[in-house]
């Protein structure tokens, strides 16, 4: 996939003082997304498997009439996919790909609140001692003495690795 990049999508804060994000669980980490980049919360519904795709975006879904793509950004990171449980929705975002906003299901073990970030409180990822990949990461956010992950989706996107 292609991914355009801006000067206003390499940085989740656009020069604002307050980021609105939409926060959810991923294998028991918290992350969050740009709020404008959110279409909808579904509860779970039938996904189809298409064969030869990548594990990352393995599976569609029925989006009102619509045939979207359903991501797990848990492999990116390196995560063990786990199954879904009561608590599992499908965040549908729209996101810049090939040349057009593209609109993109993704799976949550839960799904939080929409709340602010505050600039100050978020930092760049170290780039020793991660986890994960350092240039998926927009920053993250202390938070009541825990960190938040703002993913760069578009980096998760335009990435090789998800193709396994």
């Known amino acids: 996939m292609q991914i355009i990049h801006s000067p206003?999508?390499?940085m989740p804060w656009q020069g604002q003082e307050q980021l609105?994000?939409?926060t959810f669980d991923l294998n028991g980490e918290i992350f969050a997304l740009e709020a404008r980049v959110v279409r909808e919360i579904l509860d779970l519904v039938p996904a189809t498997v298409v064969p030869g795709a990548p594990l990352f975006a393995g599976r569609i879904i029925n989006?009102?009439?619509r045939v979207i793509p359903l991501t797990d950004i848990r492999l990116p990171f390196g995560?063990?996919?786990t199954d879904p449980t009561i608590d599992s929705r499908i965040v549908v975002i729209s996101l810049p790909l090939q040349g057009a906003e593209v609109l993109v299901g993704m799976m949550t073990d839960r799904v939080h609140e929409v709340t602010n970030f505050f600039h100050a409180a978020s930092e760049p990822p170290p780039s020793v001692g991660m986890r994960w990949r350092p240039d998926f990461i927009h920053c993250l956010v202390k938070r009541?003495?825990?960190f938040?992950?703002?993913p760069d989706l578009e980096a998760i996107f335009a990435s090789n690795?998800?193709?396994s």
């Open 148 to 150: 938040i992950i703002v």
């Open 144 to 146: 009541d003495g825990e």
């Open 8 to 10: 206003t999508t390499d």
């Open 20 to 22: 609105e994000v939409l």
């Open 161 to 163: 690795d998800n193709r």
């Open 79 to 81: 995560m063990e996919p």
């Open 63 to 65: 989006f009102r009439g």
